[in-house]
């Protein structure tokens, strides 16, 4: 089945870590998001990327870095310099421009 | 800049109640929208989007949602919930251009008592 795959589900890191989050994709679509959800703030865009090797920061980038360097693949490190990691991240992918997206099942976060 | 408000941030209905969740957005052109649902434990799945055409949207599971260009609004309605209707609903908004950014509010828990 054709699908995006988040793994790990949960993850614990010590503060001062980098840490960096896997999304895989067997969809073929050219577009990948990266998404912070926080209870109470909806989602929050951090980085898209709409081609291999290119990608943009979203409202949120500060903190955090990714690579495209795959179609498939859209990994995101959280840095030390995210002040507040500890979040739901969601990873999500779309055929294209005026279509809807479809998501991974999230990373949770918490950093100790 | 672009935005969405989702006003009601938890609604305690009944089963067999009419539901009714505002969506407003602001921007000026053409916008797709969309409403997805996370059911808990489980990922966003796409309720049901709007292009073009018929402001009025059906989705998924009795689902429908109605676009009104002059209030900027998007609000999703079912005649009667179910308590497996429980979870967090959100709507988005793609302004278009080149990008397919979408701009998601900030979610309305909604739990159905049986």
């Known amino acids: 089945d054709g699908g995006i795959t988040q793994s790990p589900k949960y993850l614990f890191r010590k503060e001062g870590q980098n840490v960096t989050l896997s999304c895989e994709q067997n969809l073929n679509h050219d577009a990948m998001y990266w998404y912070r959800q926080d209870p109470g703030q909806g989602l929050r865009l951090i980085y898209y990327?709409?081609?291999?090797?290119?990608?943009q920061k979203g409202d949120i980038a500060e903190g955090y870095s990714v690579s495209r360097e795959k179609k498939e693949s859209f990994p995101l490190t959280v840095t030390s310099a995210q002040k507040n990691p500890t979040a739901f991240y969601l990873c999500?992918?779309?055929?294209?421009?005026?279509?809807?997206?479809?998501f991974g099942s999230g990373t949770r976060l918490t950093v100790v | 800049a672009q935005s969405v408000s989702q006003h009601n941030h938890h609604v305690i209905l009944s089963e067999a109640a009419s539901l009714e969740l505002g969506c407003n957005y602001s921007y000026g052109g053409t916008v797709n929208l969309f409403w997805y649902v996370q059911y808990p434990g489980q990922h966003l799945q796409l309720l049901l989007k709007y292009f073009s055409g018929d402001p009025l949207v059906k989705g998924i599971k009795g689902f429908e949602a109605e676009f009104i260009k002059s209030k900027f609004s998007f609000n999703l309605r079912k005649p009667s919930v179910q308590w497996s209707d429980t979870a967090e609903y959100f709507c988005?908004?793609?302004?278009?251009?080149?990008?397919?950014?979408?701009?998601f509010g900030t979610g309305t828990l909604l739990a159905v008592q049986p």
């Open positions: 990327s709409q081609i291999v090797n290119d990608f």
């Open positions: 988005a908004v793609n302004a278009g251009g080149a990008t397919n950014k979408l701009i």
């Open positions: 999500a992918s779309s055929m294209g421009q005026g279509w809807g997206y479809t």
